[in-house]
């Protein structure tokens, strides 16, 4: 398929986007919240048709799955982004200078945004929640694994932006091939910015033949430190909500690092976790920690791969450190920048790490389970950025915005 026709009709509704009203927006917006709610037998329907296709042992079949309840909330998701501010059109800075030139610094949308992703319908939605109320058209890639569900989302949100009076066009989904991917990655005629959402392959694909700018919503490997003043009633249940709440999320927990003074404690920390069938991949000091203790068809012997892993699944490493910088050489070389914590009693054991650790978001005494653009208060989120420039952490509507100088003169002229 060429897909240019359809770039060069979400660029010109992009374009007619940033004269809407604000209220006109979020009108629309409650429309689709209200329309989602009453299609839920709908989108099941179309939903397993898509899961028909998966193993359900796939770690993706989860991130795939769509029940009334998760249909709910992403209907309430979008309530949330409406209550939120309108992102574009604020003064960022202003100042008057000696010729009597007025400058200022605005707020204003990307223009078209390009978001490719994977077994995550729910994408659809959030992301085009997001960048409708900041006034970015969106082109959308799913894949094959969520075809039938993606389409059904897509439909009622046209549908619903048609009653509101607002074109379309300033949503397209574009079929699932390789070559429609290719030809977003390469729009820059049309396309202002790409953001991938998906596995560590899908990301490296699209930094690597992405000429459109890219955003990089890495994935997430992610660890807890118990450090040796970690207190252990706090860290059996931080432990096991950051491994066990959702598995297939990229915040779950994927390598406990633990002091070698507290070992005695680790069956204590992780015993939650066995009763969830987790399987613990520890390295030697803590395998001997846990022999005859963790059940034993759940406790294996570590490898060089156990450690840089994101699991998304009932799947965990365990990894022995002497000191606090040992643990955070180990999230230096095997994290990727997304999430980190640290369980400690002891503030000067926090303070650094929470100022060394290099990551998109740094936890003490808690899950890290809350990187999340709901639970951070920002209505929703198109992704978690792990890179540093322009955004990092949870992306919401601030992040979809840049900015232009605005400059207003009375006759001035540059000698």
């Keep these: 398929m060429d897909c240019t026709p359809v770039f060069r009709k979400v660029a010109r509704s992009s374009r007619v986007l940033r004269t809407i009203s604000d ?106 929640s997001l960048c409708l109320k900041s006034r970015n058209a969106c082109v959308l890639k799913g894949g094959t694994d969520a075809r039938d569900s993606n389409e059904a989302l897509v439909t009622i949100i046209k549908e619903s932006l048609k009653a509101a009076g607002i074109d379309e066009e300033v949503l397209a989904l574009l079929p699932p091939g390789r070559e429609e991917t290719i030809q977003l990655l390469n729009a820059r005629e049309y396309i202002d910015l790409v953001i991938p959402r998906g596995s560590r392959g899908l990301i490296d694909f699209v930094r690597e033949n992405a000429r459109v700018p890219v955003i990089e919503t890495g994935a997430g490997i992610c660890h807890t430190y118990f450090d040796r003043a970690g207190d252990r009633d706090k860290g059996r249940v931080i432990v096991n909500n950051a491994k066990t709440r959702r598995v297939s999320v990229c915040n779950a927990l994927d390598c406990l690092v633990i002091h070698r003074e507290r070992l005695s404690d680790l069956w204590y920390l992780v015993e939650l976790c066995a009763s969830s069938s987790v399987i613990i991949f520890a390295d030697e000091d803590s395998y001997e920690a846990l022999r005859e203790k963790y059940p034993e068809e759940l406790l294996k012997h570590a490898d060089r791969d156990s450690f840089g892993t994101e699991f998304l699944s009932y ?80 992306m919401a509507l601030e992040e979809l915005t840049t900015y232009k100088w605005i400059i207003r003169g009375n006759g001035q002229i540059r000698k």
């Design 23 to 128: 209220s006109v927006i979020s009108k629309a917006l409650i429309t689709i919240s209200e329309k989602i709610v009453e299609a839920i037998p709908v989108i099941i329907e179309a939903n397993k048709k898509d899961l028909s296709r998966m193993d359900k042992d796939d770690p993706r079949y989860d991130r795939l799955l769509l029940s009334p309840e998760r249909i709910i909330s992403i209907s309430s998701d979008i309530r949330n982004v409406v209550s939120m501010p309108d992102p574009t059109g604020r003064t960022l800075s202003e100042k008057s200078l000696p010729n009597g030139l007025l400058i200022s610094r605005t707020s204003v949308p990307f223009g078209v945004i390009g978001v490719i992703f994977e077994a995550r319908p729910n994408v659809v939605i959030d992301v085009f």
């Design 315 to 394: 799947k965990m490493a365990v990894k022995t450190v002497a000191s606090i910088e040992e643990a955070m050489d180990h999230i230096e070389q095997f994290g990727s920048k997304h999430s980190e914590a640290i369980i400690s009693e002891d503030i000067n054991s926090v303070n650094l790490f929470l100022i060394t650790v290099d990551a998109s978001a740094v936890y003490a005494n808690t899950s890290t389970a809350f990187t999340d653009g709901s639970e951070f208060g920002l209505g929703a989120e198109i992704g978690i950025s792990t890179q540093k420039l322009h955004a990092r952490g949870p």
